[in-house]
């Protein structure tokens, strides 16, 4: 059997990162939940992280400044990353940001589940 993807979701509202966290579970990933959005590039070196599920606005942090850091550095700049965010215009400042994808809130959990295994290629 293959290993279980594992997957560092980054989101200040704990209640939407626990929930997605039990979600995941149950679709078979190993699930890491931060609400530090400065911690993310040393989680995922630390855990060795499939994919960043990242929300766009987290306390005083813009999630696209913290995927930018991703993509700049060279241990992490591979990690697949989908952000998110309830925000109508935030799709294509996400992608350039450097976002592989992204899903607006409130979604539909075969919708993420659909782009995450398309990003990790399954």
């Not at 060795?48 to 942090?61: K, P, R």
């Not at 309830?86 to 409130?106: M, S, Y």
Request: glycine share 8%; with cysteine.
């Amino acid at each position: 059997m293959e290993e279980n993807s594992k997957i560092l979701v980054v989101d200040d509202d704990s209640g939407i990162g626990e929930m997605l966290k039990t979600l995941l579970e149950f679709y078979g990933y190993e699930v890491i939940v931060t609400e530090k959005p400065l911690e993310t590039q040393d989680l995922i070196l630390q855990h060795n992280i499939d994919i960043v599920l990242l929300d766009m606005l987290i306390s005083g942090v813009n999630g696209t400044d913290v995927c930018a850091e991703i993509r700049e550095n060279p241990e992490t700049q591979d990690t697949p990353v989908l952000m998110m965010s309830a925000l109508h215009d935030a799709g294509p400042k996400c992608k350039e940001a450097g976002a592989n994808d992204f899903i607006a809130k409130p979604f539909e959990m075969e919708d993420l589940i659909k782009k995450i295994n398309g990003i990790l290629g399954k």
